[in-house]
């Protein structure tokens, strides 16, 4: 859990285990709210914001090599939220195994701040 007003950090590390270098890409988070009934609410506007952008950029990645990328988010209200990551590719990075495109939601949890 973090705490309402507290900036929390996001890290993405990518390792490359293919034989060829891949990237660079980009990766776009989307908060959002799941009301439990398979609905998603994106419009968060007023309940998160990014520290930065929403958008982070991963250079490439040579064979058995690492890159990181870092971003940060305030919660500004309580509640469960889950980030969304949405793997961009760019033209120059092909033949990418699909589940890099169906990354799994991070759940976040914002309690209120100490008194």
Same mark, same amino acid.
């Given at each position: 859990?973090?705490?309402?007003?507290?900036?929390?950090?996001?890290?993405?590390?990518?390792?490359?285990?293919?034989?060829?270098?891949?990237?660079?890409?980009?990766?776009?988070?989307?908060?959002?709210?799941? $009301? =439990?009934?398979? /609905?998603?609410?994106?419009?968060?506007?007023?309940?998160?914001?990014?520290?930065?952008?929403?958008?982070?950029? &991963?250079?490439?990645?040579?064979?058995?090599g690492q890159s990181a990328c870092l971003g940060a988010l305030l919660f500004l209200y309580t509640g469960d939220f889950f980030?969304?990551?949405?793997? $961009? =590719?760019?033209? /120059?990075?092909?033949?990418?195994?699909?589940?890099?495109?169906?990354?799994?939601?991070?759940?976040?949890?914002? &309690?209120?701040?100490?008194?």
């Open positions: 859990p973090c705490r309402v007003g507290d900036p929390v950090r996001l890290e993405v590390r990518l390792t490359n285990r293919s034989p060829r270098s891949v990237g660079p890409f980009a990766l776009t988070v989307a908060p959002f709210q799941d $009301h =439990q009934n398979g /609905a998603r609410n994106y419009d968060l506007h007023g309940a998160v914001s990014f520290v930065g952008s929403g958008t982070l950029h &991963l250079d490439a990645v040579q064979p058995a980030l969304h990551i949405r793997f $961009h =590719q760019d033209s /120059a990075s092909k033949e990418l195994p699909p589940s890099w495109f169906c990354l799994p939601s991070v759940h976040v949890r914002a &309690l209120e701040a100490p008194a």
